[in-house]
T-cell receptor, first 114, second 119 residues
Framework: NAGVTQTPKFQVLKTGQSMTLQCAQDMNHEYMSWYRQDPGMGLRLIHYSVGAGITDQGEVPNGYNVSRSTTEDFPLRLLSAAPSQTSVYFC?????????????FGDGTRLSIL | AQKITQTQPGMFVQEKEAVTLDCTYDTSDQSYGLFWYKQPSSGEMIFLIYQGSYDEQNATEGRYSLNFQKARKSANLVISASQLGDSAMYFCAMREDLSSNFGNEKLTFGTGTRLTIIP
């Protein structure tokens, strides 16, 4: 029972490089989200998806793109990495029901931009 | 304005004592949900407990309980008989507008409380 799988776990990039953070879930969850965690700021929502083919922006979407071609996968793309994007990134998923279904989180990707 | 406020950046508690972690929230929605997550030093986010705005009773899950005071907009986490393994960051989070089909994927988090259990 893998749950939510994020790859890679660690990554170092140079300013201006692009990369894709991978997220996959095997629980048939419709809802998936990406958060970033910075010291002293908790988790902030970057982008989210309510189902395959449907995505929307969260609180801090600038510099990131997402797509949702399948229910299982929700990759996050950094278009041109900047030092301000140094953070820990979490992918999460949940059932398509209202209310108390908790979001299940991956183990995170620690990203450093030099 | 902060939607979720956790006023205790850090707490130190003696092992076996009970501990209360504070969380206040701000929303104009009538239907919302409150969650607590634990983040140990290994980094993963672990769901602990949920309270719905229309739930008549305070939520409980083992040693975790939620002291929900709707009029005060507070949802404090209570951990009974604390253990060394409870040392971690704890986050309060809110999901608003539960009447919408499209609210479930968005959580607003507080800044967290770092709890340290002293042997």
């Amino acid at each position: 029972n893998a749950g939510v799988t994020q790859t890679p776990k660690f990554q170092v990039l140079k300013t201006g490089q692009s990369m894709t953070l991978q997220c996959a879930q095997d629980m048939n969850h419709e809802y998936m989200s990406w958060y970033r965690q910075d010291p002293g700021m908790g988790l902030r929502l970057i982008h989210y998806s309510v189902g395959a083919g449907i995505t929307d922006q969260g609180e801090v979407p600038n510099g990131y793109n997402v797509s949702r071609s399948t229910t299982e996968d929700f990759p996050l793309r950094l278009l041109s990495a900047a030092p301000s994007q140094t953070s820990v990134y979490f992918c999460a998923s949940s059932y398509s029901s209202r209310g108390q279904q908790p979001q299940h989180f991956g183990d995170g990707t620690r990203l450093s931009i030099l | 304005a902060q939607k979720i406020t956790q006023t205790q950046p850090g707490m130190f508690v003696q092992e076996k004592e009970a501990v209360t972690l504070d969380c206040t929230y701000d929303t104009s929605d009538q239907s919302y949900g409150l969650f607590w997550y634990k983040q140990p030093s290994s980094g993963e986010m672990i769901f602990l407990i949920y309270q719905g705005s229309y739930d008549e009773q305070n939520a409980t899950e083992g040693r975790y309980s939620l002291n929900f005071q709707k009029a005060r907009k507070s949802a404090n986490l209570v951990i009974s008989a604390s253990q060394l393994g409870d040392s971690a960051m704890y986050f309060c989070a809110m999901r608003e507008d539960l009447s919408s089909n499209f609210g479930n994927e968005k959580l607003t988090f507080g800044t967290g409380t770092r709890l340290t259990i002293i042997p």
